[in-house]
T-cell receptor, first 115, second 112 residues
């Protein structure tokens, strides 16, 4: 059962453009929503994260937009660069019960930024 | 600063052979430790997690097992590998449940 749905599966953007990756969730027990960036042959690295009491968080060129009522959140990469080419995963963390603290991940988006 | 080490980086094993992947964390005490598997083109699946020495929780029934013989050491094992065990295995740690998760660089396992 997939608890976090991520789209698109792949994305091609020109250098300088905006990359947008979307995630949707069903479980209202999630309390923390991180995004991870993974380069080939490496483990995922935490990129940026947001809590549901905030609608937007920005760190440099990376912005998370969060819509609690729609149960959706998205990653925006402004002025996309070839070095941003990687696989991006959204995730959601369980807030309570026996699953407290566990992350469930989306299926990933392969981003390619053309120079 | 904290670092996480996984080895080997790549591994090719025949079907039916045993497996032992090791992960160690430096620079922190009593971390929560996790094993994830990433199949090609798919997301990250949590296999095991541990909140302390000898404490292992399994997330999915499978051909694998995990052990935590020391505070900062986490081992993923199998007695007999299956073709379906091929994948990218990632160890991760966090300070406590709910804190950010930090991944190692993974082991690419190919079962032939």
């Amino acid at each position: 059962q997939q608890q976090v749905k991520q789209s698109p599966q792949s994305l091609i953007v020109q250098k300088g453009g905006i990359s947008i990756i979307n995630c949707a969730y069903e479980n209202t027990a999630f309390d923390y929503f991180p995004w991870y960036q993974q380069f080939p042959g490496k483990g995922p690295a935490l990129l940026i994260a947001i809590r549901p009491d905030v609608s937007e968080k920005k760190e440099g060129r990376f912005t998370i937009s969060f819509n609690k009522s729609a149960k959706q959140f998205s990653l925006h990469i402004m002025d996309s660069q070839p070095g941003d080419s990687a696989t991006y995963f959204c995730a959601a963390r369980y807030a309570g019960g026996t699953s407290y603290g566990k992350l469930t991940f989306g299926q990933g988006t392969i981003l390619t930024v053309h120079p | 600063s904290q670092t996480i080490h996984q080895w080997p980086a790549t591994l090719v094993q025949p079907v039916g052979s045993p497996l032992s992947l090791e992960c160690t964390v430096e620079g922190t005490s009593n971390p929560n430790l996790y094993w994830y598997r990433q199949a090609a083109g798919r997301g990250l699946q949590l296999l095991f997690y541990s909140v302390g020495i000898g404490q292992i929780s399994s997330e999915v029934p499978q051909n694998l097992s995990a052990s935590r013989p020391q505070d900062r050491q986490f081992i993923l094992s199998s007695k007999k590998l299956l073709l379906s065990d091929s994948g990218f295995y990632l160890c991760a740690w966090s300070v406590r449940e709910g804190s950010p998760l930090h991944f190692g660089n993974g082991t690419r396992l190919t079962v032939t």
